[in-house]
């Protein structure tokens, strides 16, 4: 089953972030041979950002997104939330990538269950 998960609050300030990738964390623990595809739009692209630094016992989401990475999870940051926030392809989590509002077209199509957070 494809899952599409579309993150577009900020990684810090609110849950729904954090709470967007433990749903996500958790569809590619339970349901066997799920595909997650974790789609970061506005605010959210600053999840990705690399070498984030986070206080002992606060949640991190760079390393939930690396968690979802290491599982064969997919993780693409929209290109133009990136450029409107400075945010360059060199200083992302290693295999996330920079995408396209014609690629979450396509991925919003061939998906089984859409989830926006």
């Keep these: 089953m494809k899952f599409l998960v579309i993150l577009n609050d900020a990684p ?3 849950e729904r972030t954090y709470n967007g990738l ?3 964390a ?3 623990s339970k349901i066997e041979g799920a595909h997650i595809t974790v789609f970061l739009m506005g605010d959210a692209v600053g999840s990705a950002k690399a070498e984030q630094r986070t206080p002992n016992g606060y949640y991190n989401v760079e390393r939930m997104l690396k968690g979802l990475l290491g ?3 997919e993780v ?3 290109g133009t939330c990136m450029d409107a926030r400075g945010i360059t392809e060199t200083e992302i989590v ?3 990538r920079r995408s396209t509002l014609d690629e979450l077209t396509e991925k919003t199509a061939s998906a089984d269950k859409v989830l926006v957070f």
Excluded: D, H, I, Q
């Design 76 to 78: 693409l940051l929209c």
């Design 94 to 96: 290693a295999g996330s």
């Design 71 to 73: 599982r064969k999870g």
């Design 22 to 24: 433990r749903l996500a």
């Design 26 to 28: 958790n569809l590619l």
């Design 12 to 14: 810090y300030g609110t």
